[in-house]
């Protein structure tokens, strides 16, 4: 099984950018299918971003199209998000996660393994 520790995050003024990072062990990324879900307040869990292992094809929701990209770097065994252009109504607790291959990407329940979740909070 891999285990998954999230690293960047914080406080960051609307319009700004930052990158959050997902290390992995015990598997290699390349063997899972990568998610980005977060959840605001009040809120339910939502996709935002994943990346094939097989393939390194990427997804994402219509919501963060255009400002957010999620890569692999298979030597570092490391997935990031990087968000640009960041709005008051991106502030949640991000979470990255790993699914066996060929899995519903958008789906949630379909990850196995979950980081530890790191907090965004953009003001206006």
């Known amino acids: 099984q891999v285990q998954l520790v999230q690293s960047g995050g914080g406080l960051v003024q609307a319009g700004g950018s930052l990158t959050l990072s997902c290390a992995a062990s015990g598997r290699t990324i390349s063997s899972y299918d990568m998610g980005w879900f977060r959840q605001a307040p009040g809120k339910e869990r939502e996709f935002v971003a994943a990346?094939?292992?097989?393939?390194?094809?990427?997804y994402y929701a219509d919501s963060v199209k255009g400002r957010f990209t999620i890569s692999g770097d298979n030597a570092k065994n490391t997935v990031y998000l990087h968000i640009v252009s960041l709005k008051p109504e991106d502030t949640a607790v991000y979470y990255c996660?790993?699914?066996?291959?060929?899995?519903?990407?958008?789906?949630?329940?379909?990850?196995?393994?979950w980081g530890q979740g790191t907090q965004v909070t953009v003001s206006s």
């Open positions: 996660a790993a699914a066996h291959l060929g899995v519903v990407l958008f789906m949630a329940s379909r990850y196995n393994y």
């Open positions: 990346i094939r292992g097989s393939a390194g094809s990427t």
